[in-house]
């Protein structure tokens, strides 16, 4: 399933930063109007993400998409999944903005769909979810990358989710003091869950018994965080736990046989892009 569409205007924005003034080098080769076709071919497994708007960019710019795979297809190395015929002009204009686009977003496709699988063969219950730490302008590109891999936003922002660190309990006293207001926040906002992170396993203990939908635990070990898993649930059953910090494809299924509900994490906004050939031939 197609996350979603990024808008017109971005599609238009990334090839206005590329091509501002259009394409010097082809108008002096005079290979404008000649036609041709472009291909993109993984090279390594990969999964998909940006096809959708890779195929927009080709199309805008003046190119027919003749294939195109939707983002969150699993394909094996060697497989033309976008493909497009038009003048060389329109080709080489949207070439390295759709290549662009589509290792970046298919590389965090890739790594988040490895977590996901990594964590579900130990806990097939748990839920990946990742921050707001996208690195800025990319967030549309990244939330559907993350979303095509298995994955859900953990926040989309600070205006649609309450999430309380210490950075806030600090303003009213303490971790204690704020613990009392959580019924009051409930009652101010019914339709939304209260989200706490605690700074310790003692810490965790009282948001749980303080009545809050999610406790949010970072950086504790595997041990640890069993042991707390256990004593939460004993508090307060119903409560959703969350691990942050650390969490890498390698240790993924370990933090998820924790009985954790939530794994958060950021790694995979960052890290090598996904190796696409792109070829062009003349027609």
Not at 89 to 114: D, F, P, Q
Request: proline share 5%; glycine share 8%; aromatic share 4%.
């Amino acid at each position: 399933m197609i996350p979603f569409l990024l808008p017109d205007s971005d599609i238009e924005r990334f090839i206005e930063e590329d091509a501002p003034y259009g394409d010097m080098t082809t108008t002096l080769l005079g290979i404008g109007d000649t036609q041709g076709q472009i291909t993109f071919t993984t090279r390594e497994e990969t999964t998909l993400s940006g096809t959708e708007e890779a195929a927009r960019i080709l199309e805008r710019c003046g190119a027919r998409v003749s294939k195109s795979t939707p983002s969150g297809t699993a394909v094996g190395a060697g497989t033309i999944f976008l493909s497009a015929e038009g003048p060389a002009a329109a080709l080489h204009t949207a070439w390295k903005v759709a290549l662009n686009m589509l290792e970046y977003a298919s590389g965090i496709a890739t790594r988040t769909a490895g977590i996901v699988r990594n964590a579900q063969s130990a806990n097939p219950a748990v839920s990946i979810a990742t921050t707001r730490k996208s690195f800025p302008g990319t967030k549309k590109i990244a939330i559907k990358a993350i979303m095509a891999g298995g994955a859900t936003p953990h926040r989309l922002g600070l205006s649609e989710s309450i999430l309380v660190f210490r950075q806030h309990t600090e303003f009213l006293g303490g971790i204690d003091s704020f613990l009392d207001t959580i019924p009051a926040m409930k009652a101010k906002a019914p339709e939304h869950k209260i989200l706490v992170e605690a700074d310790s396993p003692e810490e965790a203990l009282k948001v749980a018994a303080a009545g809050a939908d999610v406790v949010q635990v970072d950086k504790l070990s595997t041990e640890s965080l069993t042991e707390l898993v256990h004593a939460i649930r004993d508090i307060a059953p119903g409560i959703k736990i969350s691990a942050a910090g650390g969490i890498t494809p390698e240790n993924a299924a370990a933090y998820a046989a924790t009985g954790i509900d939530i794994i958060v994490l950021s790694s995979v906004y960052f890290g090598k892009p996904s190796d696409i050939a792109a070829a062009m031939q003349r027609m």
